[in-house]
């Protein structure tokens, strides 16, 4: 049937012809101005091997950034016409993915790398870390610590960590000067602390700090009560309700020790650490829940029925013989887990992402005694998506997806290291390492171009690190 305004039951409002002329002059122009001028964008990867962690990799594949986002992701061929970018980065042989997410560590310890090592967790906790922590820590202390971490977060390809210390507030103004993202978790513990004496005080903190930082594009401000043996059930449930009011994330650490075990079993009745949380109510979707290191299989359940997120740290329980986290059991009940190094003092001492989805991956074929328990694509989907989901933000991080803020990592596998490629995952994760990444994107800015730190002072910052040194063995004579 032949459509026209009559038979439509439409009156034309003018003469027809002329709209007619118009509406035709109007698709022209819009073909020709896809065709002809493409869009500016800020910048232009392209050439690289994609792996956008939400589906399969894309050979030659680009990603478009505006305006901090990524606007489009897929093979070079289709998307380059499109757009002439400010910057365009050539990733011929290199791999393109998510910035890493850290989902555990505590950054200004970067300033006590080493200082103890191959020592009892509560060895090294009440002789080294908490005595070098009362003499040291300051806000200056945390602001040249959080730029010496930021710098290798940077260098190794993190565009997103979680962090539990003191003066918060510091470290998140360093976090977005070095244009990282940031869910920075104030710390409450039951002794007096480096930046607040009493309990009142650090809720007075907490407060001021999610007052000062709401709606931070980056800084995502958090509570971080220490763990369930160090902070009483009436402080659990405190921090509890002020994270509900303020309508910040928990980060806490959970079942890291036998020892921490035993001590709330004690104290309980019987009840593990995941058990005695739930008592009390606790646990919620807003909670990350560091190591995990020995849930059982009720905890793995009411870690799955509440949505807490888990924050694995192979190399931490490595280190301190802390033992294996149930990985497999976890992601096999649809536990969000993420990747975590923990401190860079006693406990790893690196922030180095790529190590870390080494050993996650060897850890666990050690514990099921089979090399398929964690594949290399399981532990690179725990350092991206895995950590975004876990620290609830993978509606906005965590893939290369049309929509998402542009957090992108170049790797460079062009290194005799990593070559020759069957497998991009396999030569990420276990032939590449954390300094194989040459650019680290956060946000859409350029923090890191062929191996440049952009945003840090890298050599004034190790200057400081040095003198940092010096002053904390003094401080333990
Ligand atoms: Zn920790």
């Not at 994609?50 to 990603?63: D, F, H, K, Q, Y």
């Not at 016409?81 to 310890?109: C, D, E, K, Q, W």
């Not at 869910?183 to 004496?197: H, R, S």
Request: proline share 5%; aromatic share 6%; glycine share 8%.
């Amino acid at each position: 049937m032949r459509l026209s305004p009559s038979n439509a039951g439409l009156r034309p409002a003018g003469p027809p012809v002329s709209r007619l002329h118009f509406i035709a002059a109007a698709l022209l122009f819009t073909a020709l101005s896809a065709n002809a001028t493409p869009k500016k964008i800020d910048v232009l990867i392209t050439g690289g091997t994609v792996l956008t962690m939400a589906g399969p990799n894309i050979e030659r594949g680009s990603v478009a950034i505006d305006n901090g986002r990524i606007i489009a992701v897929g093979p070079s061929a289709d998307i380059d016409r499109s757009y002439t970018a400010m910057t365009t980065i050539r990733a011929g042989g290199m791999a393109v993915l998510p910035g890493f997410v850290n989902a555990h560590t505590h950054i200004p310890m970067t300033l006590f790398r080493g200082i103890a090592d191959d020592r009892d967790l509560m060895d090294w906790l009440t002789h080294y870390i908490f005595p070098a922590e009362a003499k040291n820590v300051s806000p200056d202390f945390v602001k040249w610590g959080t730029r010496l971490g930021a710098a290798e977060m940077i260098m190794s390809g993190t565009t997103t960590f979680a962090d539990m210390y003191y003066f918060e507030s510091d470290i998140a103004r360093e976090t977005k000067a070095a244009g990282l993202r940031g869910v920075l978790g104030q710390t409450f513990i039951d002794f007096p602390a480096p930046d607040n004496k009493t309990w009142d005080a650090a809720v007075d903190y907490m407060r001021k700090y999610a007052r000062e930082w709401k709606n931070d594009p980056l800084i995502t401000p958090a509570l971080a009560p220490h763990a369930p043996f160090t902070v009483s059930k009436e402080h659990l449930q405190q921090v509890r309700a002020l994270a509900t009011e303020l309508g910040a994330p928990i980060l806490i650490h959970v079942s890291e020790t036998k020892d921490e075990q035993r001590q709330v079993a004690e104290r309980t009745g019987g009840l593990t650490p995941t058990a005695y949380l739930e008592s009390i109510g606790f646990l919620a979707d807003d909670v990350v829940a560091a190591h995990g290191v020995w849930l059982n299989a009720d905890d793995i359940r009411t870690m799955a029925q509440r949505k807490v997120g888990v924050a694995h740290c192979p190399e931490s329980n490595s280190m301190l013989a802390s033992g294996i986290a149930p990985v497999v059991d976890m992601r096999a009940a649809g536990v969000d887990v993420g990747l975590g190094t923990d401190g860079p003092a006693g406990s790893n001492n690196n922030l180095d992402m790529v190590a870390e989805a080494a050993s996650a991956a060897g850890l666990q074929k050690i514990a099921k005694m089979d090399p398929k328990a964690l594949s290399a694509r399981n532990v690179l989907e725990m350092a991206t998506v895995g950590g975004a989901r876990a620290l609830n933000m993978s509606d906005r991080i965590g893939t290369l997806e049309t929509g998402k803020r542009a957090d992108v990592i170049i790797v460079d596998l062009q290194q005799p290291k990593s070559q020759p490629v069957y497998s991009v995952e396999s030569a990420i994760v276990y032939a590449a390492s954390g300094s194989s990444v040459v650019t680290t994107i956060c946000d859409g800015r350029i923090l890191m171009r062929n191996r440049n730190v952009l945003t840090v002072n890298v050599p004034e910052t190790l200057r400081k690190a040095k003198e940092y040194r010096d002053k904390v063995l003094a401080s333990l004579k």
